[in-house]
């Protein structure tokens, strides 16, 4: 994991609104000139009450009265669309902001290391790309601009109601104060409910997602009142996590409104005594009930405000946390090794281990010639897999050295190794799109007859040409494929890209026995000229293999073709006779 930051919110955005400061700036100008409008009124409806005050004992001055009123429409009107302008700017940064974090997160899954996604749940990665990244933007949205008016308005109008008259202002601002901190007490107590709320929520997400994913087996093994059992704890945990910090946000604003009916409470009796003394006119009073919903509504605005900074620190938290994993070497200063490659595979004392205090793979050993198919097989956890990784460079090695054509592959660019393999997996993965476009995937100057010619040879053009739309058919939910189909798929993605080395795992595990020797007719075929690793279960399928390579817990304890191993009567030959024994 990465280590968590230890900054301020607006630290932890600086690098990402660096070139919307002067944008920002021109808003909170905007803000305060807003909000001193918002201020500078209740001054005015003072001279307004008390012109008419005067007018009722004597005359009314009709003209000072409209003037007034035409300069406090003016000013009210103009601070609206200040107001206005000022969010629609601040909102337009928050967006820019959060497709800016946005990209910054794919730029970031693109150099995490393989060991990441193998040690995470992906509903965890899911959650923090995107809940946690539209609460974030949510939470800004709705805070930043309210938060610098409501300052604004706090210091100015404590300021205009100390102007206006002391007492007064000692009245509303002490009737308010206590208040106000009782509501920063609460709001420091309830940051951890904000970050459990996260943490909870992406808990349920990935769960949620491994269990989608795998429906058919909870279903076939009776386990859906386990998973439900499990899944409806995880619920409560997000309610009681949720629960907690939505009360606390929600009994900010009646708290502040009480307090601010306290306020108003206050100032009329004490205004009340005041006026009778002689010592106010009923225009200071009027003024002092608006400067009291000012100055109380700002408090109400920042424990609001508060309150969604807290969402979107514990938001930003997992967001940064994830920024700040450790990312795979810089390759960027490595220039191209190989013009063509011929395809020699050599690994040489090569130590392994996914983490420091458990190697796995032992002093490994074996040579490739260019053309040549490599088999490699052994039970379960022998470290098979591990070796495709380690040669596609999914991981660095501890020790030794892999070498194509005679270069240590650290001394390639990773896109450069990628791109001289071809490779399948034992798990499918097509995309949302047409069957052709799923074909070519990212391979560039693919005729048609070439797409054709390989969904031939691995014998799923029948398949597809019983599609509506043949390869035009979008393949989406509507769709039904069989994990047979879907392999066959990938398999035939995988000849499109014509790579001088290829890499089959499991490729033909999920397919029916006459299908299997269909693809491996094929694949013989195809695999001519080109320097094929095969990782098998069914021994069968690697029988005319030129070399085949016998794992068991790290190290290569058998090597040598089909017929040298099954002379040798060894760990092979009764790996493979268990197989075929009973047939």
């Known amino acids: 994991m990465g280590n968590k ?33 918002t201020v500078i009124g209740p001054d005015k409806l003072k001279e307004i009450t008390d012109a008419i005050t005067e007018g009722l004992a004597g005359q009314l001055d009709l003209d000072k009265i409209g003037r007034i009123a035409m300069t406090l429409a003016l000013m009210y009107g103009a601070g609206a669309v200040i107001s206005y302008t000022a969010s629609f700017i601040v909102t337009t940064i928050i967006q820019k902001f959060s497709q800016k974090m946005r990209n910054a997160i794919a730029d970031k899954i693109n150099v995490l290391p393989l060991r990441y996604f193998d040690s995470h749940p992906q509903g965890d990665t899911l959650s923090r790309v995107t809940n946690d990244v539209d609460l974030m933007t949510q939470s800004l949205n709705q805070s930043l601009v309210s938060l610098v008016a409501a300052v604004v308005l706090l210091f100015g109008s404590i300021f205009m109601m100390i102007r206006t008259n002391g007492v007064l202002a000692a009245t509303a601002i002490g009737s308010v104060f206590i208040g106000f901190i009782l509501v920063i007490f609460i709001m420091s107590k309830t940051q951890p409910f904000f970050t459990r709320q996260q943490d909870n929520m992406a808990k349920v997400n990935g769960y949620v997602e491994e269990i989608y994913t795998g429906h058919n087996v909870v279903t076939s093994y009776s386990a859906v009142d386990q998973t439900k059992e499990t899944f409806n704890q995880l619920n409560q945990n997000l309610y009681t996590s949720m629960w907690k910090s939505q009360f606390f946000s929600g009994i900010m604003m009646p708290m502040m409104q009480f307090i601010g009916n306290f306020g108003y409470v206050m100032v009329c009796i004490v205004g009340a005594t005041l006026a009778i003394n002689g010592d106010i006119t009923m225009g200071t009073i009027v003024a002092f009930m608006t400067y009291v919903r000012i100055f109380s509504q700002p408090l109400s605005q920042i424990a609001q405000a508060v309150t969604q900074l807290q969402s979107a620190r514990a938001a930003m938290g997992r967001v940064f946390e994830f920024l700040d994993e450790k990312e795979m070497s810089d390759e960027g200063a490595k220039e191209r090794q190989l013009t063509a490659v011929k395809g020699d595979v050599a690994f040489k004392d090569v130590f392994f281990g996914y983490s420091k205090d458990k190697v796995i793979i032992h002093d490994f050993s074996a040579a490739a010639q260019a053309g040549q198919k490599i088999a490699i097989v052994g039970p379960t956890g022998a470290g098979k897999t591990t070796i495709v990784n380690l040669l596609m460079k999914f991981y660095d090695i501890d020790r030794g050295s892999i070498t194509i054509d005679g270069i240590d592959i650290n001394q390639m660019k990773r896109e450069e190794v990628h791109d001289a393999f071809a490779m399948v997996l034992q798990d499918t993965w097509l995309f949302e799109g047409t069957v052709k476009e799923n074909l070519i995937y990212n391979q560039e100057n693919i005729t048609d007859d070439q797409v054709v010619a390989a969904a031939k040879s691995v014998g799923v053009h029948h398949f597809i040409m019983t599609l509506p739309q043949g390869y035009d058919t979008m393949l989406d939910d509507s769709v039904s494929l069989s994990v047979g189909q879907k392999q066959l798929m990938t398999i035939a993605r995988a000849l499109l890209k014509d790579a001088p080395l290829l890499i089959l795992d499991e490729a033909t595990s999920s397919v029916d026995t006459r299908t299997e020797e269909l693809i491996q007719q094929a694949m013989d075929k195809l695999m001519e000229g080109r320097t094929s690793f095969v990782i098998a279960h069914r021994l069968s399928t690697i029988r005319n293999a030129d070399l085949i390579l016998v794992m068991k817990d790290g190290n290569i304890i058998e090597q040598g073709n089909h017929d040298q191993l099954m002379s040798a009567g060894g760990f092979y030959a009764d790996l493979y006779n268990s197989q075929f024994q009973a047939s």
């Open 5 to 37: 930051r230890k900054v301020s919110l607006f630290s932890q955005m600086a690098p990402y609104i660096k070139s919307y400061r002067a944008a920002f700036l021109l808003a909170v100008v905007f803000t305060v000139i807003s909000s001193s409008i």
